[in-house]
């Protein structure tokens, strides 16, 4: 198993052989989580802060489940009752925790490049748990399980990625995965929410859906990043379920067995119509929330054997 990186804090520092260490470990996770009892104690005796600058409910609900699973002692930092409402800097309020020796720290913030700061200032493991509009990394990885399991691979498939590219950090993310296990990738936006340069990643651009959905294996749906965006960059969100939203008659253009994806949340009849979601002969909306325990306590298993590694520990031994 390969997997040299200190900390997650995007895709573009892995390698494949990398990546696919982590799916092969994930796969093995998730059969743990489906027995009734799910603990293991390979992070046992190690401590992780969850600290989340922006809401969250998958992501932050995974990483917790996935660090107890484990057996470390989890720690969410409420941001809301924290002195950041006082006035203290991201970097104060890292440097405080890492005083309290965490191993372990997740960190989603509003600010692209707030998390690879932070991890210049501490001496634990950062895990990006998404950073505005730059990386969110474990939602590819997880994302990159669901398309493995179901498709029996995560190479030479067609990925249709529709929506909000412009705001996406999850679309950014899949870009340079996908990219990165030599996938064939369509882009598919209005032209307002398709970021200048982004055919630079080596994909093909579309603002029609008949003609990007083609003949694709994978569609993965994007939420209209509201938060992001300051001004208005869709007529209406009819117009925009109209000719952007997914539908079984749109859907008709991919594979027969193409699969159905979205991060979540989803603005059902606007990006994705409801029914269709719902559909578990196509979409695997509930497979990808599944596999993202799996992928989370496979990353924080890989970096807390790195900063043993480090710290020249073998897995179970303990300082006293
Ligand atoms: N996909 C995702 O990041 O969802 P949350 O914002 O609920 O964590």
Redesign the pocket.
């Known amino acids: 198993m390969i997997f040299r990186a200190r900390h997650l804090l995007g895709i573009e520092h892995l390698s494949p052989q990398e990546i696919v260490s982590v799916l092969d470990l994930a796969d093995r996770y998730v059969d743990l989580n489906r027995r009734t009892v799910k603990q293991s104690d390979v992070l046992a005796g190690m401590t992780q802060i969850n600290m989340f600058f922006e809401?969250?409910?998958?992501?932050?609900a995974s990483f917790e489940l996935a660090g107890k699973r484990l057996g470390a002692d989890v720690m969410n930092m409420s941001v809301a009752q924290s002195s950041v409402k006082k006035g203290e800097t991201l970097i104060d309020t890292a440097l405080t925790l890492n005083a309290m020796h965490p191993d372990l720290l997740v960190v989603r913030h509003p600010s692209s490049g707030a998390v690879n700061l932070l991890a210049s200032k501490v001496n634990c493991a950062v895990l990006n748990a998404?950073d505005g509009r730059h990386e969110?990394p474990t939602?590819a990885l997880l994302d990159a399980l669901t398309i493995r399991r179901a498709k029996g691979r995560i190479q030479r498939l067609t990925v249709a990625i529709c929506g909000d590219i412009a705001h996406s950090r999850v679309a950014r993310s899949n870009l340079i995965l996908l990219g990165k296990m030599e996938n064939r990738i369509r882009l598919i936006a209005p032209p307002t929410l398709m970021p200048p340069g982004v055919d630079a990643f080596g994909c093909e651009l579309f603002d029609d859906m008949a003609a990007g959905l083609e003949g694709a294996d994978v569609v993965m749906m994007l939420r209209l990043q509201r938060e992001r965006m300051d001004g208005g960059f869709i007529p209406s969100e009819r117009e925009y379920y109209h000719r952007f939203g997914l539908d079984a008659e749109k859907l008709a253009a991919a594979k027969p067995d193409a699969i159905v994806m979205h991060?979540?949340?989803m603005n059902r009849g606007v990006e994705i119509d409801g029914e269709l979601a719902d559909d578990i002969n196509r979409s695997v909306i509930q497979e990808q929330v599944e596999m993202g325990v799996a992928v989370r306590m496979a990353c924080m298993d890989l970096l807390a054997r790195n900063l043993r590694a480090g710290r020249g520990m073998k897995a179970t031994e303990v300082m006293v």
């Open positions: 809401n969250s409910t998958r992501t932050q998404g969110h939602q991060p979540g949340p």
